[in-house]
């Protein structure tokens, strides 16, 4: 059977209002006791280990500190997902990346798991820089590409959105078309071989299958939101590709449990009925593929994999 993963940003409530421009993300609200929990269910009913991206700000607090524990104790690889989640790594400076990297690093290890290995960009935000920075700490995979021609459409969504004080240069342009759908080495140095394992998107269409997608469709409909799902695992067979599945703690919670995210892909779904549908989807998947965390994942595909150049990466500050 072939591998499949699965994998969850752990996005909180703060980061959501903090990108969309509503200064409630500055009072730090939370939704982390109510998702994790739910979450780690739903893997555990299925019998999952997974990857939890984590961010360094959340995991410098409590709430923050005690999931990375509780998914460290339940078996889950725990990842780098930036210290500040912001969208804009892009534009950040390689020394502030570094920082990033570092601080994050060590609040996941004081929370008591692992020294992280793999990396994800908040808003698939990925630069040449960046990948030498997280070569050179030792890290094995970055998972931030998101390989679709939808970012500009869902840029201007955003932009339609949020307030007048809301990020608007997010999700990149129309050529994250032409990269590859499956995992690849970048090209970065001589010995250097840091992998990337891309969030899927279906295969031919390259039109996102990851859980708010998912859960907009089934806003409209749930048979079409799973029919759309079965293509896409199908279609991911056809052609040989690996799906890597990303999901978000808004997969599992209702609009009343994230105030101020009415904007969100799929808000209208009731926390109940999303928990439902996540548990038909890793299903589908488990029916398909033996399913396992991004690092597993990275790990079983190690050997062989073609090289890809950085060169239509910017580098930080240019």
Not at 169 to 190: E, H, K, M, T
Not at 194 to 208: A, D, K, S
Not at 238 to 263: I, N, Y
């Amino acid at each position: 059977m072939s591998t499949a993963s699965v994998s969850l940003d752990l996005d909180n409530l703060w980061a959501y209002l903090k990108t969309h421009g509503n200064p409630e993300w500055e009072r730090r609200p939370s939704f982390l006791p109510t998702a994790v929990p739910r979450l780690l269910e739903a893997f555990g009913t299925h019998g999952l280990t997974t990857t939890v991206f984590v961010v360094g700000a959340d995991v410098e607090r409590e709430d923050g500190a005690q999931a990375v524990a509780a998914i460290t104790k339940a078996g889950h690889e725990v990842a780098n997902h930036s210290y500040g989640h912001e969208p804009w790594l892009h534009r950040y400076s390689r020394d502030r990346l570094q920082a990033e990297l570092a601080r994050t690093e060590d609040a996941i290890v004081a929370a008591g798991a692992p020294r992280p290995t793999g990396f994800r960009g908040p808003g698939y935000s990925v630069t040449r820089d960046l990948l030498e920075l997280l070569a050179e700490r030792g890290y094995r995979y970055d998972a931030s590409t998101l390989p679709t021609w939808i970012g500009p459409l869902a840029r201007a969504y955003h932009n339609r959105t949020a307030p007048t004080g809301g990020e608007r240069d997010l999700f990149g342009g129309f050529s994250r078309v032409r990269a590859p759908n499956a995992a690849y080495r970048w090209r970065i140095g001589v010995g250097i071989g840091l992998v990337e394992l891309p969030v899927t998107t279906m295969p031919l269409l390259r039109v996102p299958i990851h859980g708010s997608y998912l859960l907009q469709l089934h806003q409209v409909s749930p048979r079409l939101a799973r029919g759309y799902f079965t293509t896409a695992l199908r279609l991911c067979r056809a052609r040989k590709v690996q799906p890597s599945l990303l999901l978000h703690p808004t997969d599992v919670l209702g609009a009343a449990e994230a105030p101020g995210m009415e904007f969100f892909p799929g808000m209208a779904v009731p926390g109940a009925r999303k928990v439902e549908f996540l548990g038909w989807v890793l299903g589908a998947l488990r029916a398909h593929f033996d399913v396992v965390g991004t690092g597993e994942h990275v790990a079983r595909l190690a050997a062989g994999l073609r090289e890809h150049d950085t060169g239509l990466l910017a580098r930080c500050g240019g």
